[in-house]
């Protein structure tokens, strides 16, 4: 009768509890951080930047490296990303748009946003309509594809082999984190919770300062507000992660920057307002209409010392303070008459909501000329500057001195 080699037995259990790499629990930690981290630079560096905007070229080898790394640690199929990202970007917040909070509620993009993104990836149209471009070599056709879940499988057993029972903990978060921190986080909080640097026509927020969790997907306005940019920080107080690997990148020469956010540049007055003057406001619309909400927010603050010191209730005011510098589409219903109170309580107030309006729909209207928008920008800053609300004086005068 054979006895048992209790030795080897003691041995086998032992790699089953501990595997080939044993490591303290921290150290375990700080391995699937980082494990996850170069997924989440893979998402946003080729998936998102440079597969879905085209903002940057990648050089072969990166862009290959990061193919199989998303293979084998999210089973994300390049294709499939990226059609329903751009689909995201061309149907905003309506019906068709895949993983809308407004559309779906925050409750389901959250919990159940990878659900709505398989969802979208078996929808052939959207495949057919918005996935131009994507990797179809042969790898792509004969493993990334065709066989996406053999990759995480893959990832499973290395785990298992390197930490023993623990690799599967190890591999559970590996497959949660992007999921949660991209499908839930980014598609739901970044359109429902946050704040905006930029009034663009959907609901997309920055929600900073998960920078380095997201890799710089959380500043989610200013890539809806410049979505073909690969730097996605616009604020000296705002960090992108993902431009940093990005810049490192293209000092190995592995990476190409096609394109980052405009920026407004000054230059002398003009007598007037012009074509030129026009063509700098369109060009950079955003940035201009950013720092007319700045300059209303310090006339909000004049106006709001000033009823104080006549000991005027500034209640009135206040209530609406956070919904002057918005596109009146942008206003909820619920806080339309507190604008309209604050705009009769206080008429510079009501002076820069009007004008602001009216300096919108400058790149909105389509039934003038240039001519004609050239024209009714002059009268705009005549009108701007002739108000003798110094804010309205200030902001006028840059913008006759801005280049397109």
């Known amino acids: 009768m054979l006895l048992p080699d209790w030795a080897a037995l003691d041995t086998l259990l032992d790699w089953l509890a501990h595997g080939f790499w044993p490591l303290s629990w921290w150290q375990m930690v700080l391995f699937t951080l980082v494990m996850t981290h170069v997924t989440m630079i893979s998402v946003t560096v080729f998936l998102h930047r440079h597969q879905a905007h085209r903002a940057l070229d990648l ?52 919990l159940q946003g990878y659900e709505l993104y398989r969802k979208e990836a078996a929808n052939k149209e ?57 499908a839930g986080i980014v ?19 920055n929600i900073s300062p998960w920078g380095i ?65 026009l063509e700098a406001l369109i060009s950079n619309r955003y940035e201009i209409m950013a720092a007319y909400a700045k300059d ?25 303070k956070r919904w002057l510098h918005r596109d009146v589409d942008k206003v909820p219903a619920a806080a339309v008459p507190q604008l309209a109170l604050a705009r009769a309580a206080s008429p510079v107030l009501d002076k820069m909501v009007l004008m602001r309006e009216e300096l919108r729909q400058m790149w909105l209207n389509r039934s003038h000329t240039r001519e004609q928008l050239a024209a009714d920008l002059q009268a705009w800053c005549h009108q701007a500057e002739a108000s003798g609300i110094v804010a309205l004086q200030a902001f006028s005068l840059r913008l006759r001195a801005a280049q397109a």
């Open 213 to 277: 969790l997201i890799a710089g997907e959380e500043l989610h306005n200013n890539h809806h507000t410049y979505p073909t940019s690969a730097k996605l920080s616009v604020k000296p107080y705002e960090f992108d992660i993902g431009w940093v690997y990005i810049s490192l990148m293209q000092r190995l020469g592995l990476a190409t920057v096609k394109k980052t956010p405009p920026k407004l540049a000054l230059g002398d007055i003009r007598p007037v307002a012009d074509e030129k003057t």
């Open 126 to 182: 959207t495949m057919t309509r918005y996935g131009h471009g994507t990797p179809n070599d042969w790898l792509e056709r004969n493993l990334y594809s065709r066989f996406s879940w053999q990759g995480v499988s893959l990832m499973l057993v290395i785990d298992l082999v390197l930490f023993g029972a623990a690799g599967l903990v190890v591999w559970a978060v590996q497959m949660a984190w992007t999921p949660v921190m991209a």
């Open 59 to 110: 050089h072969p080898v990166a862009a290959h490296f990061f193919r199989f790394w998303l293979w084998l640690t999210t089973g994300q199929v390049t294709k499939e990303w990226t059609s329903i990202h751009r689909k995201h970007h061309a149907k905003c917040e309506q019906a068709e748009d895949p993983h809308s909070p407004h559309v779906y509620g925050i409750k389901t993009v959250l």
């Open 296 to 320: 209303m927010r310090r006339a909000f603050k004049d106006e709001l010392q000033a009823l104080q010191a006549r000991r005027a209730d500034a209640a009135v005011i206040k209530a609406a």
């Open 187 to 205: 598609n739901g909080a970044a359109h429902y919770w946050g704040y905006r640097n930029f009034e663009v026509t959907d609901a997309s927020t």
